[in-house]
């Protein structure tokens, strides 16, 4: 099949999914990012991290608070999705996972030309790295089930843009599994 697929993981940072800036739908997507994760290992489809790790004068913590921080443990992913040795994990000091973190040029050197989102928020860090997948002219699958948001409003309203404005398609885990298998 021509797909060439990336997993990339957004955020389930410590902070993200138990901390300061928890959401409480955070934890319900951790089974199917799971999942993902080993059917891309066992398809040895690329699984890239992308990783909130801030500086205390970087710009988005007027907004929200320091979150993330470089030394802290809580800029860790969570023990249940840990990086293993042949993933790369990536840090951000903004938004989009592709914003100074080498990121497109790491996937045209894999050869990918698909990008498979999970990870939170839909409407914040997913959305950004979707906008930038976007004009990076990768195509564009949500995890829709494997990405979450502070609220259900802030999460459709983000799975709809993706899919009207970056011509996203929403799949569900268990149809991104199907959809892997036949790699
Ligand atoms: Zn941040």
Known sequence: MDLRPA???????????????RS????????????LIEKAHEKNVPVIYLADKHYPFDNELKIWGPHAMINDKESEVIEDLKPSDRDLVLYKR???????TGLALI????????????????????????????????KLIVAEDAVAAFSKEDHEYALRYMQQVLGAELKTTRQLVELLDKL
């Open 7 to 21: 997993l990339l993981v957004i955020d389930m940072l410590k902070e993200f999914v138990y901390g300061r800036l």
């Open 24 to 35: 409480p739908s955070a934890v319900t997507i951790v089974p199917s990012i799971k999942v």
């Open 107 to 138: 996937l045209r050197d894999l050869g990918v030309d698909t990008v498979i989102l999970t990870g939170i928020h839909t409407h914040i860090c997913v959305l950004h790295t979707a906008i930038d997948a976007y004009y990076e002219r990768f």
């Open 94 to 100: 903004s938004y989009s996972g592709f914003r100074d």
